[in-house]
């Protein structure tokens, strides 16, 4: 099988970048369905108007109503097409952007990105994660390209709350570790091949500048500056964290998160927050050394990641609540399966139980950086 590497035609990253999502749009359509949150559109809203206004293409706002569904979905693919649309952007966050893809795809427009946080790896890839209605992780759906742009605003998203960029950090913290499963084990990946060099090189660098950079600028954003090492963590947690687990594959950590989302005291959590507790939970499966577990828990806890099953929300682990989120993680068309031995729910359960222990532990040999995120 081939190796193969995919990534989004163009990523803008930089200050004020928003002030231009006219002009980017305006090369790819006419007219273009902005979807954007109520709150995203007092915020943006003005200023992409008039970013429309200034170039060639007219745009209509859609207001998201909350859950990447089908039933979301299909709705706003209607409104695309009664409107007359020809391009889909998406503002705001991972649901927003995995919807407006979907959209797009059903629709047979392109697609722009516009992020206003840096909380997920969402942006740049050729899928979307589907949830149920209620939240429940339902499948991924994939799709024949990436999207077209990815516009990043530097200045909008160093302004959002800290909290999410540190999600976001979770999410890319992933990439590495799984990347390195998939290709230990010959798995095919989210682009539909296998792991090549390429892809592992990104995923390294997306490790490496989390561990330079995090800490530094998580500091940085609580004292509202957007300094070099932001600018650095921004990448890591959007192109770098997106190429990385696209081409390098998914593995343990995600497939973990999809099986906390069926507890409902897991759904005030952001999606990089579960990942986070993921991996610790994926690199327990796998017995990697103790030096090594050990660096991994002493970022997660400066930078204020969950690294226990209470700071995930979950008071009363019982045994059977845990099995049916190892039983969820386990599903046949999930990424657990990409992990280079057998895993089965008995493993997964024992994991997670273990994972917790030894966050436990880390929480009183460690200390965070700065101030609380949750």
């Keep these: 099988m081939a190796r193969i590497f995919i990534s989004p035609n163009r990523y803008i990253q930089g200050a004020g970048e928003m002030k231009k999502v006219g002009e980017y749009t305006a090369n790819l359509g006419s007219k273009a369905l902005v979807l954007v949150s109520q709150g995203g559109k007092k915020r943006s809203g003005a ?54 893809k979907s959209v797009a795809n059903q629709a047979g427009t392109p ?11 969402a942006p740049c890839s050729a899928l979307s994660v589907i949830y149920t209605d209620d939240g429940k992780f339902e499948e991924y759906e994939f799709f024949k390209a990436n999207p ?27 990439t590495y570790f799984e990347a390195r499963a998939c290709m230990r084990s010959g798995a095919v990946t989210c682009a539909g091949g296998k792991t090549g060099g390429a892809a592992m090189a990104v995923a390294k660098l997306c490790f490496d500048t989390l561990m330079a950079e995090g800490v530094k600028a998580k500091l940085a954003l609580e004292a509202h500056a957007c300094t070099e090492a932001v600018e650095k963590i921004i990448e890591a947690n959007t192109l ?28 005030h959590m952001y999606h990089g927050e579960k990942v986070a507790f993921g ?3 994926q690199l327990v499966l796998e017995d990697i050394p103790q030096e090594e577990l050990q660096a991994v828990l002493r970022f997660c806890v400066a930078v204020g990641l969950p690294v226990t099953m209470k700071q995930l929300g979950i008071e009363d682990p019982t045994p059977e609540k845990i099995m049916s989120v190892a039983k969820a993680a386990c599903a046949p068309n999930d990424t657990l399966h990409n992990m280079p031995f057998e895993v089965t729910p008995e493993k997964v359960s024992a994991a997670i139980f273990a994972a917790d222990a030894i966050g436990r532990q880390a929480l009183k040999d460690y ?8």
Excluded: W, Y
């Excluded at 998406?90 to 927003?96: F, R």
């Excluded at 200390?367 to 949750?374: I, L, M």
């Design 47 to 100: 200023e992409i108007e008039a970013s429309f206004k200034a170039s060639k293409a007219s745009c209509q706002f859609e207001i998201f109503n909350g859950e990447c569904s089908r039933k979301e979905i299909d709705r706003i693919a209607a409104v695309v097409k009664g409107a007359g649309c020809d391009i889909v952007v998406g503002v705001g966050g991972g649901k927003i952007f995995d919807t407006a």
């Design 111 to 121: 697609v722009v990105i516009c992020p206003t946080i840096a909380a997920t790896d």
């Design 148 to 174: 077209n742009v990815v516009i990043m605003d530097t200045d909008i998203i160093s302004k959002s709350p800290v909290r999410l960029t540190v999600s976001g950090i979770g999410d890319a913290l992933a």
């Design 240 to 267: 770098l964290s997106g190429i990385g687990f696209e081409s390098g594959g998914l593995a343990g950590a995600h497939a973990i998160h999809n099986g906390f989302t069926i507890l409902p005291e897991c759904h």
């Design 279 to 281: 991996t610790l939970t």
């Design 367 to 374: 200390k965070p950086v700065g101030g609380e995120t949750r």
